[in-house]
Antibody, heavy 128, light 113 residues
Framework: QVQLQQSGPGLVKPSGTLSLTCAVS?????????WSWVRQPPGKGLEWIGK???????NYNPSLESRVTMSIDKSKNQFSLKLSSVTAADTAVYYC?????????????????????WGQGTLVTVSS | DIVMSQSPDSLAVSLGERATINCKSS????????????LAWYQQKPGQPPKLLIY???TRESGVPDRFSGSGSGTDFTLTISSLQAEDVALYYC?????????FGQGTKVEIK
């Protein structure tokens, strides 16, 4: 069973950098899947932040691209998120998630930009 | 970005009755390469992450009860819970994965009447 376990501080000061890590078990970070981060402000909807592949390739939401950095640590089977210059508007529950996908009849893998496994979520509050 | 709009924002349904949630996209999410709609539905209970229910607009994820069904094509989609159970009280979100950035609807809250 795939499990994603998040860790990181729940309080970040304004103008600081938010840092979260997601440890993966039951799957290899080097599998065919991409790995994503999603956030949800209190009482609001879901926003995709970006995704990373085991090669280090990334794809970020343009709305956050200037402030986001994602990385992968294959030795620890985990991936990480950094969001810089945070403000109160970045207060949210942050989730890590695995992107879904499937193999076709030629055994070629096709990634789907939807999420089949999620971390437990981390409430990050931006406040002094 | 593709804008996803859900209706209603909330609904209350009696146990055993049908619940219907609508989702509309600002442009078609029909992938002509495979003739499938790149539309997913998620269920989110309080304090939990979302759970994938349906993808390709109508394909149930493994383990999802068959009282959940999805339909629609192009820009208009529906999630139906055929016989509402107490454990179905939750927020429901649609999401398009036709192009990047993937985007979600604002959510629909389902409660018991």
């Amino acid at each position: 069973q795939v499990q994603l376990q998040q860790s990181g501080p729940g309080l970040v000061k304004p103008s600081g950098t938010l840092s979260l890590t997601c440890a993966v078990s039951g799957d290899s970070i080097s599998s065919s899947n991409w790995w994503s981060w999603v956030r949800q402000p209190p009482g609001k909807g879901l926003e995709w932040i970006g995704k990373i592949y085991h090669s280090g390739s990334t794809n970020y939401n343009p709305s956050l691209e200037s402030r986001v950095t994602m990385s992968i640590d294959k030795s620890k089977n985990q991936f990480s998120l950094k969001l810089s210059s945070v403000t109160a508007a970045d207060t949210a529950v942050y989730y890590c998630a695995r992107d879904s996908g499937y193999y076709d009849i030629r055994n070629s893998y096709h990634t789907l930009d939807l999420f089949d496994y999620w971390g437990q979520g981390t409430l990050v509050t931006v406040s002094s | 970005d593709i804008v996803m709009s859900q209706s209603p924002d909330s609904l209350a349904v009696s146990l055993g009755e049908r619940a219907t949630i609508n989702c509309k996209s600002s442009q078609s999410v029909l992938d002509t390469s495979n003739n499938k709609n790149s539309l997913a539905w998620y269920q989110q209970k309080p304090g939990q992450p979302p759970k994938l229910l349906i993808y390709w607009a109508s394909t149930r994820e493994s383990g999802v009860p068959d009282r959940f069904s999805g339909s629609g094509s192009g820009t208009d989609f529906t999630l139906t819970i055929s016989s509402l159970q107490a454990e179905d009280v939750a927020l429901y979100y649609c999401q398009q994965y036709y192009n990047s950035p993937r985007t979600f609807g604002q959510g629909t809250k389902v409660e018991i009447k």
